[in-house]
């Protein structure tokens, strides 16, 4: 069985600074990964997605990941964050069988 | 060209009374999914669903909750008899096929008096 670990909750830092959101996963087959945002009371938006080839991602709003298949890890990351990076952040993991399985979520707090 | 449109955005409901909820996916994509996000919580799967065929139930509750995808019109998710505990923001996705990126509602929030 698949699953996703997101291994912090909540995620405090100070505008401007590097901010990185870890995400572990489990799984027996090959996998495509991907980090979603949400912003309160919407709905999920893709950040980005490794399906193959290069295991560096870039996303949109200046985040980055990559995929480490032998630490099973996709580790989100931003050099300097802003306010508006405020949000809740979500790894997940799919098979080609369609259905994403999410990790609990974390939640990233800009301070000025 | 609309997103994946959800509706009602909030639903009330008191317990025992029944909720639908619908789902129109982004045009061309014929695969729908459904999500629910309780409180404090990630998002669980619930069903997996092509045009007129139910693909994945497999996070479905056994009972009072069923979900449908016809060949004319949106995806309707159905929860009979609410109770609280089905109090959460339940969220559809869409894509193209099966190994497709899957695009997000903005999710219909039910609160069960």
């Known amino acids: 069985a698949q699953s996703v670990t997101q291994l912090d909750s909540q995620v405090p830092v100070f505008e401007e600074a590097p901010v990185e959101l870890r995400c572990n996963y489990s799984s027996s087959v090959s996998v495509y990964l991907f980090w979603y945002v949400q912003y309160p009371n919407q709905g999920l938006q893709l950040l980005l997605k490794y399906l193959s080839g290069s295991t560096l991602v870039k996303g949109i709003n200046g985040f980055e990941a990559e995929f480490n298949k032998s630490q099973t890890s996709f580790h989100l990351r931003k050099p300097s964050v802003h306010i508006s990076d405020t949000a809740e952040y979500f790894c997940a993991v799919a098979n080609q069988g369609g259905k994403l399985i999410f990790g609990q979520g974390t939640e990233l707090s800009v301070k000025p | 060209n609309a997103g994946v449109m959800q509706n009602p955005r909030h639903l009330v409901r008191r317990r025992g009374q029944e909720a639908r909820l619908r789902c129109s996916p982004m045009k061309g994509h014929s695969h729908v999914y459904w999500y629910r996000q309780l409180p404090e919580e990630g998002l669980k799967f619930m069903v997996y669903?092509?045009?007129?065929?139910?693909?994945?139930e497999s996070g479905m509750p056994k009972e009072r909750f069923s979900a449908e995808f016809p060949k004319e019109g949106p995806s309707i998710l159905r929860i009979q008899q609410v109770v609280r505990g089905d109090s959460a923001a339940y969220f559809c996705?869409?894509?193209?096929?099966?190994?497709?990126?899957?695009?997000f509602g903005a999710g219909t929030r039910l609160s069960v008096l």
């Open positions: 996705a869409s894509s193209q096929d099966s190994s497709d990126i899957q695009y």
């Open positions: 669903l092509q045009k007129e065929n139910i693909i994945d």
